[in-house]
T-cell receptor
C-alpha cells in the first residue's frame, strides 16, 4: 500500500541534543511538508519542499533544518536552537498535479524533551 | 494573510445527535477548502473538500458547503456515532499557494 512512514513514533531527547525525524513516502508525490502540532494550536508549517534539492521555510522554521536529496525522503532535524521542541510532528505529501493540493499525512512522531 | 477560524472545543454530544462545527476563513481570491479528521494517536486524514463557491463536499455522512458570501465552510452530520470521536480541522489552500493553512482544530467526543 502507498503511504507515508514516519519514524520513530516516540522520541525522547535531552536538552542540547539534535534529533532527526524520518519521513519516507512511496506515493511518488512531488511535494513534502513538515507540520508541528501543539494542543489547542492546530498545525503550523515548519518547512516544505516542492522538488528534490529545494525547500522553503514555513511559518516556524527557526531551530529546524531539512534536506530533500531524494524524492521519497524529507527528514527533519530538530536542533538545540529550538527552544520548545516538545510536540507532535506530522509529515505530509501532495501531488503538485492534484489541483486542490490535497495532503496525505503520516502517523506522526511525538518528541519529548527531558 | 490567509487564516481559518474554527469554533472552540471540546464538543460533547450524545450518539445520534446532530453535529455542526463552524469554520470561517479569510483569504484572497478563491481558495479550496478542506476538512481533515485526526483519530487518537494518528495523523490527519482528508474527510472532504470543496474547490469553488456553492460546492458541497461529502463523505461518511459528513457534509460541508462552500459559502463565499459568508466565507464559511461549516461541517455537519445528521446523526453522529461514537466512532466519530476525533479532532476535526478546517483548512484552506489559496489559488497558486504551495501550502495549507489550518484552523486550531475542534475535539469532538460522542457518548453512547
Amino acid at each position: 500500500d502507498g503511504g507515508i512512514t514516519q519514524s520513530p513514533k516516540y522520541l525522547f531527547r535531552k536538552e542540547g541534543q539534535n534529533v532527526t525525524l524520518s519521513c519516507e513516502q512511496n506515493l511518488n508525490h512531488d511535494a513534502m511538508y513538515w507540520y508541528r502540532q501543539d494542543p489547542g494550536q492546530g498545525l503550523r508549517l515548519i518547512y516544505y519542499s516542492q522538488i528534490v534539492n529545494d525547500f522553503q521555510k514555513g511559518d516556524i522554521a527557526e531551530g529546524y533544518s531539512v534536506s530533500r536529496e531524494k524524492k521519497e525522503s524529507f527528514p527533519l532535524t530538530v536542533t538545540s536552537a529550538q527552544k520548545n521542541p516538545t510536540a507532535f510532528y506530522l509529515c505530509a505529501s501532495s501531488n503538485r498535479g492534484s489541483g486542490a493540493n490535497v495532503l496525505t499525512f503520516g502517523a506522526g512522531s511525538r518528541l519529548t524533551v527531558l | 494573510g490567509d487564516s481559518v477560524t474554527q469554533m472552540e472545543g471540546p464538543v460533547t454530544l450524545s450518539e445520534e445527535a446532530f453535529l455542526t462545527i463552524n469554520c470561517t476563513y479569510t483569504a484572497t481570491g478563491y481558495p479550496s477548502l478542506f476538512w481533515y479528521v485526526q483519530y487518537p494517536g494518528e495523523g490527519l486524514q482528508l474527510l472532504l473538500k470543496a474547490t469553488k463557491a456553492d460546492d458541497k463536499g461529502s463523505n461518511k455522512g459528513f457534509e460541508a458547503t462552500y459559502r463565499k458570501e459568508t466565507t464559511s465552510f461549516h461541517l455537519e452530520k445528521g446523526s453522529v456515532q461514537v466512532s466519530d470521536s476525533a479532532v476535526y480541522f478546517c483548512a484552506l489552500s489559496s489559488q497558486g499557494a504551495q501550502k495549507l493553512v489550518f484552523g486550531q482544530g475542534t475535539r469532538l467526543t460522542i457518548n453512547p
